[in-house]
């Protein structure tokens, strides 16, 4: 994307020896917007960039896998400063325009000579081509880089959007995911990006879980350059720029539950026929969270008592004799009664797809939401038992 260079290294913060530090860089200052955590234990550099995003403008964002600088104190909030400053010393430019992103575990200091000695080798790597070492650098557990483009038209001019994610474990997003990077060439002001990028956030990123855990360090930023030309300053333009924006997000946001840990498969929980907007999401997100039905979609058991139950303990308004329940054109439940044997049989076929979508009617109103999770294996046992040693 024009304006945008990127670049990615083995800096020898990861155990495994692979890319661990990536960069994404800006020719020129960017308007930028960013949403993060709303954990209680924040990490270091989520707490600074909280400060920095209020300017509205970034040119450089330093991400480093293996390590998340949380819980480290203030020799963490330090930490993150001094790579802050190493990083605009080498590119020339102020700090202030340098944000920061670290992922990994939790509780141990940043090894700074590792970043001492990666910083400048980083900057020497950078180029328009870089992007797949740069997303391949911000991962931990996850199994194949996340990368999503799309281009839009207004006036005549095409405009380009660029999304970078990881996230495969420790995804309940409380505003974003894990990490993600949108990038832009359209001329836009900060608090229309903010606005646009909250809006994408809310029908992708806060509508997936794998785990059910709100990550210390999620982090969701977008930069615009403004090189297209292309001004993002009245309600045409800004719903045309929104709908490519919320596509970006979307296709990112599903392709971190389709890599959760030890996933087999993908599933879209639709609830619909609620009383209130309120109700259909509670009833969603608790099916989507709930570690029975999660097992049961990996067994290939259409267990739907499990999904019944979590919509009735999720708080929002549920009769049990209103409730029709589809595995995606198959009904399993018919005004509170189970269809039978028969249907059960042909679930259950179904549950062998890769990916599957479960449709609640409440039969209460006529709101609808949704979410996407993925199923539990003992592979995500496995990955997180493990995943210090």
């Known amino acids: 994307m024009k304006g945008f260079k990127f670049a990615g290294i083995c800096a020898g913060i990861k155990k495994n020896g692979g890319k661990d530090l990536g960069l994404i860089y800006c020719e020129k200052p960017a308007a930028a917007a960013a949403l993060f955590t709303r954990n209680k234990v924040m990490a270091a550099p989520v707490l600074l960039g909280k400060e920095k995003i209020k300017k509205g403008f970034c040119q450089a964002v330093l991400v480093n896998s293996g390590n998340a600088n949380c819980f480290t104190g203030e020799k963490g909030i330090n930490d993150a400063i001094a790579c802050s400053k190493l990083l605009g010393n080498c590119l020339d430019i102020s700090q202030d325009l340098v944000l920061v992103s670290s992922t990994g575990v939790i509780g141990a200091n940043l090894p700074m000579d590792k970043f001492d000695a990666g910083i400048p080798a980083i900057v020497k790597q950078l180029s328009f081509e870089g992007m797949d070492n740069f997303a391949d650098a911000i991962l931990t557990t996850d199994t194949h880089r996340k990368i999503v483009k799309k281009t839009g038209e207004i006036g005549n001019k095409s405009f380009a959007i660029m999304g970078f994610a990881k996230g495969s474990g420790m995804i309940r997003p409380d505003m974003a995911t894990m990490l993600a990077y949108i990038l832009t060439d359209v001329d836009i002001l900060p608090q229309d990006l903010k606005n646009c990028l909250s809006a994408a956030n809310e029908k992708s990123f806060n509508r997936i879980t794998i785990d059910g855990d709100t990550s210390t360090n999620d982090t969701l930023l977008a930069l615009a350059n403004g090189s297209s030309e292309i001004k993002i300053n009245d309600t045409d333009s800004k719903i045309v720029f929104q709908n490519a924006l919320d596509e970006v997000c979307f296709q990112l946001a599903k392709m971190v539950v389709k890599d959760g840990e030890g996933a087999t498969k993908f599933v879209q929980i639709i609830v619909k026929g609620a009383k209130t907007k309120k109700d259909a999401f509670k009833a969603s997100e608790a099916i989507a969270h709930s570690n029975l039905v999660k097992t049961a979609i990996y067994g290939e058991d259409p267990n ?46 179904i549950m062998k797809n890769n990916e599957i979508t479960i449709t609640l009617d409440l039969n209460l109103g006529q709101e609808t939401d949704y979410f996407f999770f993925c199923d539990f294996s003992e592979d995500y046992v496995k990955i997180n038992a493990e995943y210090r040693s």
């Open 304 to 349: 739907w008592g499990r999904i019944t139950a979590a919509a009735g303990r999720s708080g929002a308004m549920v009769i049990p004799e209103n409730i029709d329940l589809f595995f995606d054109e198959q009904p399993l439940v018919l005004k509170g009664s189970w269809v039978g044997e028969e249907a059960e049989k042909k679930t259950a076929k």
